[in-house]
């Protein structure tokens, strides 16, 4: 689904922290996106720019087709077998080496409505000692562990223990639970948000959207402590919240929220050079962002915004400059940008492409390109790149993005009703 309404694709790229870059689309492989003349280029005492990654030639290969909105992609680390969800409600077994799929029997019910249903997959850190396999994914009231006497939907999590194909039997998620479930319910079928990631301390953090709540006022439920729409969750393997959390000793808190004052995060990546959590999430009209995610962090949506309302050049709400109370994203994408809806990240660590190390690849959905982006520093002041676009020929929405244990090559699920998994390899 789209984040209503599609958005045309154009962009301009600008740091929040460092002033306004302009930056315009370029084709793949022929330079970077942003830049003011600052990196030393045209100064001879300066010596060359630093390689941007800009000249890597790869190529595109299709692993398998015919997925149904596919949506979230994970790793076996033991085997290399892919982990393929679609939102209609399938869990799939992609053999990246002959393009085979096994249907995953077990997987839950879900509200396959609008931007609803069987959404992200992560595997537990200590695979295959720990089989557990997590999905995150809309679900109904009346089926919902938590749902009685609610209505509408909303996001749950979700854990079973993968058996794989062996004595003749067919791949399944065995004793498969829901975990933890996000209230309240909402009348809606948009923005559930529901990226899953473990972190390195293994506890596992998910994104929950604010179901469109359009009150854009301090009454919001993203302003709201004590939901958990608009947030993210730190939880513990077994669904709980983590006894860590920045809220646990606040009555008037949600003990599971790690982060709030988000609007739909639908992209999240551990960076393995800090330990950081970044997450890229979707603004109103354009307005969208690539956060570093603190603890007790408030990251200002409605209150703060560098969106404008739909239609309209109308700003939201004044920007995360002007308050001292939230976090300004590291990158964003203002009204007027054509923005960058994401979907899907990465932080690029395979020996594939060496130039790309380090670097944060994520989806976009209207613009349709897989995005690359250069880092450079730590936390809120880090300086975020964004780089030439892949696969902007392709006309692919970017749903979800994976990195290939040991090949290091890329791999990209399409969202499309009859869509491909595609990996980039070296060319």
């Given at each position: 689904?789209?984040?209503i ?23 793949t492989l ?16 300066e010596?060359p ?23 979230g992609l ?5 085997d ?6 679609e ?16 249907a ?10 609008g931007q ?6 992560a ?40 058996a ?37 301390d ?7 959207g604010?179901r ?6 301090p ?6 402590r ?24 606040d009555?008037d ?5 790690y ?7 639908q ?13 890229c ?21 409605p ?7 739909y239609?309209?050049d109308?700003?939201?709400?004044p920007?995360?400059?002007?308050r001292?109370?939230v976090?300004a994203?590291v ?11 994401p979907?899907?990240?990465v932080f ?9 190390r ?15 982006f ?11 790149t ?15 993005v994976a990195v ?15 869509a ?8």
């Open positions: 689904m789209t984040d309404p599609d958005r045309i694709n154009r962009r301009t790229a600008i740091r929040a922290a460092g002033g306004f870059v302009g930056a315009t689309a370029l084709p022929s330079g970077c996106l942003g830049g003011n003349g600052g990196d030393g280029s045209d100064d001879p005492d010596g720019p630093p390689d941007d990654g800009a000249d890597v030639d790869y190529a595109v290969e299709t692993v398998a087709e015919g997925f149904e909105n596919p949506w994970a790793f076996l680390p033991d290399g077998r892919l982990l393929v969800t939102r209609p409600g399938r869990l799939s077994l992609l053999d990246p080496a002959d393009g085979t799929v096994e995953i029997a077990g997987a839950p019910e879900v509200f396959a409505e609803g249903g069987l959404l992200d997959v595997v537990h850190p200590d695979y295959p000692d720990d089989a557990r396999v997590y999905l995150t994914y809309s679900a109904s009231a009346a089926d919902s562990p938590a749902g009685d006497g609610a209505s509408g939907a909303t996001t749950h999590v979700g854990a079973g223990r993968l794989l194909d062996g004595d003749g039997r067919t791949p399944a998620l065995d004793g498969f639970e829901a975990l933890f479930v996000a209230e309240p319910f909402r009348d809606t079928n948009l923005h559930f948000g529901s990226r899953a990631t473990f972190g390195p293994g506890a596992l953090f998910v994104t929950v604010d469109r709540d359009t009150d854009f006022g009454d919001h439920v993203s302003q709201d004590s939901n958990e729409l608009g947030a993210t969750l730190r939880l513990t393997p077994d669904g709980d919240a983590h006894p860590d959390n920045p809220f646990v000793d009555p808190a949600a003990d599971a929220i982060s709030y004052g988000h609007r739909n995060p992209a999240m990546a551990v960076r393995r050079e800090t330990n950081a959590l970044w997450q999430e979707h603004g109103e009209e354009d307005g969208d962002e690539i956060n570093v995610i603190e603890r007790g962090g408030n990251y200002g949506w209150i703060a915004s560098e969106a404008c309302r239609g309209t109308d700003p939201v709400a920007g995360h400059d002007e001292d109370d976090i994203p990158h964003y994408w203002p009204c007027g940008s054509g923005g960058f809806p979907s899907g990240a690029y660590d395979g020996d594939a492409f060496p130039k790309w380090g670097d944060l690849f994520a989806g976009t959905l209207a613009a349709r390109y897989l995005g690359r250069t880092v450079d520093g730590d936390g809120r002041d880090a300086t975020v964004e780089r030439d676009p892949l696969l902007d020929d392709r006309e692919w929405r970017m749903r979800a290939e244990p040991g090949s290091g090559h890329i791999y990209v699920a399409v969202d499309d009703g009859d491909p998994v595609a990996r980039i390899v070296p060319a």
